[in-house]
C-alpha cells in the first residue's frame, strides 16, 4: 500500500490560486473525489494534502477546507502541510494558532518559484528556527541551484525535520545532472532531511521513459538512504508528464528489484514514522 505525502487539491469555486493564469494545462477544478477514485485503484491508502499556494489572504481558509474534506466518511486524506510565509513578522502568531491544530502536520513556503534571497532575510531565518524542535516538518521545494541556499536554513534548525520535494527538481527534461547531483548528495549530510520521490514526470519531455527518470530517482535514494525517504505524487502537477496511474507505474518499475523492506519504507512506513500517521 501507498500514503501518498503530496496530493494538490484545486477548487476555484472555494480559494483563489493566482499563479495559475500562468499554467493553462493547471487551471482547472482537481477535484479531492476526481484523485480519490483512482488513488484507491492505485493502492493509494492515504494521503497528505500539500498547500497549493493560494491567494496569501486565504492560507488558513485552504486548511479547513481541506480538513473538511478529511472529515467526510472514508476519506484518505490524514493531514495538511500548511502554507506559511516566514519571511512575515505574523509568523509567530500564525505558528501558535496551527499549533493546536493537530491535523497541520507541517508547512511549505514555496521557493523555486520565487527570488534567491528570499529566505535569506533575517525574519525568515529567525522564524524558521521558531520550528527547531516543534512537531511539525518544513517542506523545501527549490530549483538545483537553490539547493545551497536550503542547505542554509537545514543548518539553522538542526531539530526540525526537512523535507526536499521532487528529488531537488531536477531539469530532466534537459538531461542535467550538474551541479544537482553534487548539491543532493551534500544536502543529504543532513541527518534532519528527508527526500520526498514525487511526480518528477512533470520534469521530463513528452517522450520520457523509465530509464529517462532512473539517474535522478537512484541517486536521490542512493544519497539518502531507504530510511529517509518518502513518496507523493504531486498530483494534479504530475498530469503535466502523464497522470496518477503513470506516475504509480513508473515508481513501481524503478523500485523492481528492491527488497519489500525497502519498498515498504519508501511507499508508506518512513510516512507513517515522520507524521505519526496511524
Same mark, same amino acid.
Given at each position: 500500500?501507498?500514503?501518498d =505525502?503530496?496530493?494538490?487539491?484545486?477548487?476555484?469555486?472555494?480559494?483563489?490560486?493566482?499563479?495559475?493564469?500562468?499554467?493553462?494545462a493547471?487551471?482547472?477544478?482537481?477535484?479531492?473525489?476526481?484523485?480519490?477514485?483512482?488513488?484507491?485503484?492505485?493502492?493509494?491508502?492515504?494521503?497528505?494534502?500539500?498547500?497549493?499556494?493560494?491567494?496569501?489572504?486565504?492560507?488558513?481558509q485552504?486548511?479547513?477546507?481541506?480538513?473538511?474534506?478529511?472529515?467526510?466518511?472514508?476519506?484518505?486524506?490524514?493531514?495538511?502541510?500548511?502554507?506559511?510565509?516566514?519571511?512575515e513578522?505574523g509568523?509567530?502568531?500564525?505558528?501558535?494558532?496551527?499549533?493546536t491544530n493537530?491535523?497541520?502536520k507541517?508547512?511549505?513556503?514555496?521557493?523555486?518559484?520565487?527570488?534567491?534571497?528570499?529566505?535569506?532575510?533575517?525574519?525568515?531565518?529567525d522564524?524558521?528556527?521558531?520550528?527547531?524542535?516543534?512537531?511539525?516538518?518544513?517542506d523545501?521545494?527549490?530549483?538545483?541551484?537553490?539547493?545551497? =541556499?536550503?542547505?542554509?536554513l537545514?543548518?539553522?534548525?538542526?531539530?526540525?525535520?526537512?523535507?526536499?520535494?521532487?528529488?531537488?527538481?531536477?531539469?530532466i527534461?534537459?538531461?542535467?545532472?550538474?551541479?544537482?547531483?553534487?548539491?543532493?548528495s551534500?544536502?543529504?549530510?543532513?541527518?534532519?532531511?528527508?527526500a520526498?520521490?514525487?511526480?518528477?514526470?512533470?520534469?521530463?519531455?513528452?517522450?520520457?521513459?523509465?530509464?529517462?527518470?532512473?539517474?535522478y530517482?537512484?541517486?536521490?535514494?542512493?544519497?539518502?538512504?531507504?530510511?529517509?525517504?518518502?513518496?507523493?505524487?504531486?498530483?494534479p502537477?504530475c498530469?503535466?508528464?502523464?497522470?496518477?496511474?503513470?506516475?504509480?507505474?513508473?515508481?513501481?518499475?524503478?523500485?523492481?528489484?528492491?527488497?519489500?523492506d525497502?519498498?515498504?519504507?519508501?511507499?508508506?512506513?518512513?510516512?507513517?514514522?515522520?507524521?505519526?500517521?496511524?
Open positions: 500500500m501507498i500514503i =505525502t503530496h496530493l494538490h487539491l484545486i477548487d476555484r469555486s472555494k480559494l483563489a490560486y493566482p499563479w495559475l493564469a500562468d499554467v493553462p493547471l487551471d482547472q477544478d482537481f477535484l479531492y473525489t476526481t484523485y480519490a477514485r483512482e488513488a484507491r485503484r492505485l493502492g493509494i491508502e492515504a494521503s497528505l494534502h500539500m498547500e497549493v499556494d493560494v491567494d496569501p489572504s486565504e492560507i488558513e485552504e486548511t479547513a477546507e481541506i480538513e473538511r474534506l478529511a472529515q467526510e466518511p472514508d476519506s484518505l486524506l490524514k493531514g495538511a502541510i500548511a502554507a506559511c510565509r516566514p519571511e513578522d509568523f509567530a502568531a500564525y505558528l501558535e494558532r496551527q499549533e493537530g491535523f497541520v507541517g508547512f511549505r513556503r514555496v521557493l523555486h518559484v520565487m527570488p534567491d534571497d528570499l529566505s535569506e532575510q533575517q525574519t525568515f531565518r522564524n524558521v528556527r521558531r520550528l527547531n524542535g516543534r512537531r511539525f516538518t518544513f523545501l521545494c527549490v530549483l538545483p541551484h537553490q539547493i545551497p =541556499t536550503a542547505i542554509a537545514v543548518d539553522l534548525a538542526p531539530d526540525l525535520q526537512f523535507i526536499l520535494d521532487h528529488c531537488g527538481v531536477p531539469d527534461r534537459a538531461g542535467a545532472e550538474h551541479p544537482w547531483r553534487e548539491h543532493m551534500e544536502i543529504a549530510r543532513r541527518p534532519n532531511v528527508t520526498k520521490i514525487s511526480g518528477v514526470i512533470a520534469y521530463a519531455d513528452e517522450a520520457w521513459q523509465v530509464e529517462t527518470l532512473r539517474p530517482v537512484e541517486h536521490t535514494i542512493g544519497v539518502f538512504g531507504w530510511d529517509r525517504a518518502v513518496w507523493g505524487s504531486d498530483w502537477v498530469t503535466l508528464g502523464g497522470n496518477l496511474s503513470t506516475w504509480v507505474g513508473a515508481t513501481h518499475a524503478l523500485l523492481k528489484g528492491c527488497s519489500a525497502e519498498k515498504c519504507k519508501l511507499l508508506s512506513g518512513n510516512a507513517r514514522r515522520i507524521w505519526k500517521l496511524a
